[in-house]
């Protein structure tokens, strides 16, 4: 239609004589700009073109090709990545930083002294990428709290020595839960700090083939992530060290749906540390969005926290960026919460990093 009313408007407003244009192509051509602007909604006319979103992945693995070797040889294959996947999947996405943490089931095989080794070549691996691409990545770093003095050891490392923004654990560790309190000296040392510590599920122990043809990622892991929720506040260790930020993965796995049956423990249990019920400990946990983004995650996730504890995360490389983008465009987050989620949050618990 817009071609058509332009041929109307005298065509083309070119003139074939030289020194420039006819006064008549001059017309022309004014009439034609002016029946573009008027075709043309002024909301696009005066709107500056949007500028990307600069979002901070705090859910983006890595897999070190030492500890893909070393997953294997413990007969546990381990997911296809590389750095270009990663920055690849980044640049599509509108991400600009991603904070790079390990793979379950991570590096505890019963081995002290082995899991120490490997969790300081993770450590390394990822401080290496952090200094080679400047402003793309960041770093959860990995220790095993099974080992207290191996993980007291590995602290100092990655955060005095390789700077690492926070660290990455797993909800379980030999069947002991994050509240166990075998656990209590490495939580007082990060709690000293004010660490951010980012928390991935894994299948538990006791639960790897309850449903045959379900993979315990379907179910499981979602699980897992409320059960050392759980722990952390039904056993005080929340309360105990209260300056640690804990971020759970997949919008905290099922605990939005579980909420009513804690406030009701609770009431039973009458646990002195929670006289306020379990749910002021809920509310000051973080959540990231990676596999908890429908609306039906994010409408139980949002009568627990407002946007201010919300972090985007994608899962990579299990899932892609565009996933989070759509479930989050999807829902009725303001501007506001948008920037509150892509990034403010972040840089809030981790002010080294920068959108």
């Given at each position: 239609?817009?071609?058509?009313?332009?041929?109307?408007?005298?065509?083309?407003?070119?003139?074939?004589?030289?020194?420039?244009?006819?006064?008549?192509?001059?017309?022309?051509?004014?009439?034609?700009?002016?029946?573009?602007?008027?075709?043309?909604?002024?909301?696009?006319?005066?709107?500056?073109?949007?500028?990307?979103?600069?979002?901070?992945?705090?859910?983006?693995?890595?897999?070190?090709?030492?500890?893909?070797?070393?997953?294997?040889?413990?007969?546990?294959?381990?997911?296809?990545?590389?750095?270009?996947m990663s920055l690849d999947d980044m640049d599509k996405s509108g991400i600009k930083t991603a904070l790079l943490s390990q793979?379950?089931?991570?590096?505890?095989?019963?081995d002290a002294a082995e899991s120490r080794a490997m969790s300081r070549v993770i450590n390394e691996y990822g401080a290496k990428l952090v200094q080679d691409h400047p402003g793309?990545?960041?770093?959860?770093?990995?220790?095993?709290?099974?080992?207290?003095?191996?993980?007291?050891?590995?602290?100092?490392?990655?955060?005095?020595?390789?700077?690492?923004?926070?660290?990455?654990?797993?909800?379980?560790?030999?069947?002991?839960?994050?509240?166990?309190?075998?656990?209590?000296?490495?939580?007082?040392?990060?709690?000293?700090?004010?660490?951010?510590?980012?928390?991935?599920?894994?299948?538990?122990?006791?639960?790897?083939?309850?449903?045959?043809?379900?993979?315990?990622?379907?179910?499981?892991?979602?699980?897992?992530?409320?059960?050392?929720?759980?722990?952390?506040?039904?056993?005080?260790?929340?309360?105990?060290?209260?300056?640690?930020?804990?971020?759970?993965?997949?919008?905290?796995?099922?605990?939005?749906?579980?909420?009513?049956?804690?406030?009701?423990?609770?009431?039973?249990?009458?646990?002195?540390?929670?006289?306020?019920?379990?749910?002021?400990?809920?509310?000051?946990?973080?959540?990231?969005?990676?596999?908890?983004?429908?609306?039906?995650?994010?409408?139980?996730?949002?009568?627990?926290?407002?946007?201010?504890?919300?972090?985007?995360?994608?899962?990579?490389?299990?899932?892609?960026?565009?996933?989070?983008?759509?479930?989050?465009?999807?829902?009725?987050?303001?501007?506001?919460?948008?920037?509150?989620?892509?990034?403010?949050?972040?840089?809030?618990?981790?002010?080294?990093?920068?959108?």
């Amino acid at each position: 239609m817009l071609d058509g009313k332009l041929r109307l408007l005298g065509g083309c407003a070119c003139c074939n004589q030289p020194g420039g244009l006819s006064r008549r192509g001059f017309l022309a051509s004014a009439v034609s700009a002016a029946a573009v602007t008027a075709l043309t909604p002024s909301n696009v006319l005066a709107q500056p073109a949007a500028s990307p979103p600069r979002r901070i992945d705090v859910h983006h693995h890595m897999v070190p090709p030492a500890h893909a070797e070393f997953l294997i040889k413990k007969n546990v294959p381990a997911i296809k990545w590389s750095v270009q996947m990663s920055l690849d999947d980044m640049d599509k996405s509108g991400i600009k930083t991603a904070l790079l943490s390990q793979i379950q089931p991570g590096t505890w095989f019963g081995d002290a002294a082995e899991s120490r080794a490997m969790s300081r070549v993770i450590n390394e691996y990822g401080a290496k990428l952090v200094q080679d691409h400047p402003g793309r990545f960041g770093l959860f770093a990995t220790i095993t709290p099974l080992d207290v003095e191996g993980s007291l050891k590995e602290i100092e490392y990655a955060f005095d020595t390789l700077k690492a923004d926070g660290l990455g654990l797993l909800t379980s560790y030999n069947g002991k839960y994050l509240g166990d309190p075998s656990f209590a000296p490495v939580w007082e040392e990060l709690n000293r700090r004010k660490a951010v510590i980012y928390v991935h599920p894994l299948a538990a122990n006791c639960c790897e083939n309850v449903v045959p043809g379900i993979p315990p990622g379907s179910i499981e892991y979602a699980t897992d992530t409320t059960r050392t929720i759980a722990h952390l506040v039904f056993t005080g260790t929340s309360q105990k060290f209260p300056d640690i930020r804990w971020i759970f993965s997949h919008s905290g796995g099922t605990l939005p749906f579980l909420t009513q049956r804690f406030i009701q423990q609770q009431k039973v249990q009458k646990h002195s540390f929670l006289p306020n019920g379990p749910m002021p400990e809920f509310k000051k946990f973080y959540y990231e969005l990676a596999q908890g983004n429908t609306k039906a995650q994010l409408f139980g996730l949002s009568q627990i926290v407002d946007s201010s504890h919300m972090l985007y995360g994608t899962d990579f490389p299990y899932r892609d960026g565009a996933e989070v983008n759509g479930g989050i465009a999807g829902w009725n987050f303001t501007a506001a919460d948008l920037s509150a989620i892509n990034n403010v949050t972040a840089m809030k618990l981790m002010p080294n990093l920068k959108a």
